[in-house]
């Protein structure tokens, strides 16, 4: 079995930075596919950002250019630097490791099969 542990979140103003932290433990677990996902109130969770074992990333279109997904394998975890932050960037932001190697690594594919952490709350001031 495995599990994730987000950690990193915090209160920050607009145009700020914050760097969140996704680390995965147990020995079935892999980061070859991890991704972030996160949650307003009152909103469907929706897909931040993913990274693949080759190392090809995918960004919503609403955080391309400002936020980056790195993985360090070593360490078995993800990160999501967070640059130039917007109010509407608030929200609990959650950690996914792809759980089984046949669901493809996207954020479908995490959405429906993959170990997730508890979440890290992000508020962003204006």
């Known amino acids: 079995q495995g599990q994730v542990a987000e950690s990193g979140g915090g209160l920050v103003q607009a145009g700020g930075s914050l760097r969140l932290s996704c680390t995965a433990s147990?020995?079935?677990?892999?980061?070859?596919?991890m991704g972030w996902f996160r949650q307003a109130p009152g909103k469907a969770r929706d897909g931040v950002a993913r990274?693949?074992?080759?190392?090809?990333?995918y960004y919503d279109p609403s955080v391309e250019g400002r936020f980056t997904i790195s993985r360090d394998t070593v360490k078995k975890t993800a990160y999501l630097q967070m640059n130039d932050v917007k109010p509407e960037d608030s929200g609990t932001y959650y950690c996914?490791?792809?759980?089984?190697?046949?669901?493809?690594?996207?954020?479908?594919?995490?959405?429906?099969?993959?170990?997730w952490g508890q979440g890290t709350q992000v508020i962003v001031s204006s």
């Open positions: 990274i693949r074992g080759d190392g090809e990333r």
């Open positions: 147990g020995y079935k677990i892999s980061t070859d596919c």
């Open positions: 996914a490791a792809l759980r089984t190697s046949s669901e493809t690594c996207t954020i479908g594919g995490l959405e429906r099969d993959a170990y």
